[in-house]
């Protein structure tokens, strides 16, 4: 699967434990390149930064999120 040229901007998830703007479920490691993402963000108040969760185990394969624009720093 892959996620490429979106914006994906200002998305917000009252759980803490989501993705505002992607969230990986257990067993998913798409291609994620050439997307605006940023301003999501969890929490009940949303004021936690989160624009990818990923739901994978450390141990597991890296996700590529490669060139993609995360925002102004």
């Known amino acids: ?11 917000t998830l009252k759980q803490a434990n989501g993705g505002g ?10 291609v994620i390149n ?6 999501n963000r969890t929490g009940n108040p949303n004021t936690i930064p989160n ?5 994978n185990p ?3 394969a890296n996700v590529n999120a490669e060139n993609n ?4 720093t």
């Open 21 to 30: 703007g992607i969230y990986l479920g257990y067993g998913y490691r798409p």
């Open 58 to 60: 450390a141990s597991g």
């Open 51 to 55: 624009d990818i969760n990923n739901g």
């Open 69 to 72: 624009y995360w925002g102004a």
């Open 1 to 11: 699967m892959t996620i490429s040229s979106n914006s994906i901007i200002n998305n």
């Open 34 to 39: 050439n997307n605006d993402l940023y301003g």
